[in-house]
């Protein structure tokens, strides 16, 4: 299992001043920032483009996890990558071949993910376990921070922890959506090493506390 890395969720930042949020993060001792982007068609909602992050890039040596709510992620990997994503992770759910946009997210040089909704069995990302550098398990429905934590997930990230193991693979496991301190301990224990938090990030009252916390879970 990876060592723990807490994600802070760009979309809790204050979209009028991205770039100092984003030194905030630093501030706080993160290495990731977590970035997502919606379509307004799989999720009920719209945020960032690649614009946004080739504005951010040249400001942050953050690696930057793109998580991409696309019903149409194989046209925008592309545009992500070349603005600066360091890692992009699309979604099993919509109608497109995921292992082809995988194979060009790896070709264009960034890391790969899949990404499965709460609702989504596990079984539906078991076929790109040797493929991906991360699996992003959905702890909520995605389009809204703020929303609660599902913790009846954390059955699907033990199995992705399991087959990790079973096949000897090294993806990271990463969980998004309602996580802070007090649920953190529980997905450990089920396997997560990657940890996206908005609002419990961006509202905690000493972050860097915060971080400390998650990424010291032995
Ligand atoms: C939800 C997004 C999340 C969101 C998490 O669709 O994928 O990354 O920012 O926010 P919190 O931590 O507030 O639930
Ligand atoms: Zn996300």
Redesign the pocket.
Known sequence: MGTPILAP?M??ADHTRLAEDIKGVEQAGCSWL?V?I?DGHF?PNLTFGPQTVADLRPKTKLFLDV?L?LDNPQDFVEPFIQAGADQVTVHVEPDYDVSACLSKIKELGAKCGVVFNPGTPVDAVEPYLDAVDIILA?T?Q??????SFQASVLEKTAQLAAWRQEKGLDFRIEV????NAENAPDCRKAGVDTF?????FFKAADRDAFRLNIESLA
């Open positions: 969720s979309l809790a977590h997502d919606m999720v998580h709510m959905m909520v995605p389009g809204f921070g703020g929303q998004d959506g309602g996580v996206v938090a908005g609002t419990a």
